[in-house]
């Protein structure tokens, strides 16, 4: 697989399966269904979709939590379904989830973000400049030596991505990482997601429901039943509205009140993704 590609995901079918006590199948559930998807190195990319389509068990695949029932997955070039590479997939590709309480186990801020080098076996020189440098990068240096507790849910959730930064990954997955969060903590933690991939080069993935969060992206895939149903730049995902809305998905306000204006005759263009864009369109109208 060649080495600009950060995931490959070929052909991914992942069938849950329920079993009764003897072991016997009561049901199979598909929630991947054939998926292919390329994220190259650099690249901030989002997935969106609503309730039960399948996100968070792709996203499982990517860091080696779920291996596929059917097709192949490569994570920088590894196949996640070689058991020898577990490790190296798993500390490559670090995920962050929705819930900060459940991911922060440290008494101290400093401490909670050092658990994971120290788990890789990290001299601990290196794990306190680690620690160091990944408060830093998401904001929370200041409070190293907090109680987690004491936290807002953004800050927490900014300590939990530090936890996943020390461990140097080359890769982030967001498993909707502001469901929880205020939309000042929301804001926080896409700043931080987004420093990220500009600063240090990360890849990043997004999984979300907030529409105004994607607009950043290099790239959307849209998933529904298990499917990728739409990919494209931002523009081009919320250019389509109607359709959006058949998947039951929004779009960004501002791309709503452009789409109804067009709607009612106004001659400006498809896919406006800011406030900056639709004034802008406005002004440019000839009446
Ligand atoms: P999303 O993250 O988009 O909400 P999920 O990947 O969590 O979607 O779920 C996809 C489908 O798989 C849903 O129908 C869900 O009910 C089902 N599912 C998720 N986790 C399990 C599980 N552990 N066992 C059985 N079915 C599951
Ligand atoms: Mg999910």
Not at 1 to 10: C, D, F, P, T
Not at 251 to 277: C, F, M, S, W, Y
Request: charged share 25%.
């Amino acid at each position: 697989m060649s080495s600009e590609k950060m995931l490959q995901v070929e052909n991914l079918t992942f069938e849950y399966i329920r079993r009764d006590e003897e072991g016997n199948v009561e049901g199979i559930k598909t929630a991947v269904d054939g998926v292919d998807l390329e994220v190259n190195k650099g690249e901030f990319i989002s997935i969106l979709g609503h309730n039960g389509s399948g996100k968070s068990t792709l996203a499982k695949h990517f860091n080696a939590l779920l291996f596929p029932t059917e097709g192949t997955v490569w994570v920088d070039g590894l196949n996640t379904m070689d058991s020898q590479n577990i490790w190296d997939v798993r500390q490559g590709a670090g995920m962050v989830f929705q819930n900060p309480d459940n991911q922060i186990i440290g008494q101290v801020v400093e401490e909670d973000v050092g658990f994971g080098p120290e788990n890789m076996g990290i001299p601990t020189e290196e794990i306190w400049e680690r620690v160091e440098e990944s408060l830093k990068a998401v904001g929370m240096y200041e409070y190293r030596k907090n109680s987690p507790n004491h936290l807002s849910g953004g800050q927490k959730q900014r300590v939990s991505i530090a936890g996943v930064i020390a461990m140097h990954p080359k890769c982030i997955i967001f498993d909707e990482p502001t469901a929880m969060l205020d939309p000042n903590g929301r804001k926080e933690v896409i700043r931080a997601a987004r420093a990220l991939n500009e600063v240090e080069g990360i890849t990043i993935i997004l999984i979300t429901h907030y529409m105004e969060e994607v607009i950043y992206s290099d790239k959307v895939f849209v998933m529904d039943k298990g499917k990728i149903t739409m990919q494209g730049t931002p523009r081009e995902i919320f250019s389509q509205v109607d359709k959006l809305k058949e998947l039951r998905l929004g779009v960004p306000q501002v791309t709503l009140l452009a789409h109804e204006l067009q709607k009612r005759g106004l001659n400006i263009p498809n896919g406006i993704l800011d406030r900056k864009e639709l004034i802008n369109a406005i002004k440019a109208y000839r009446y």
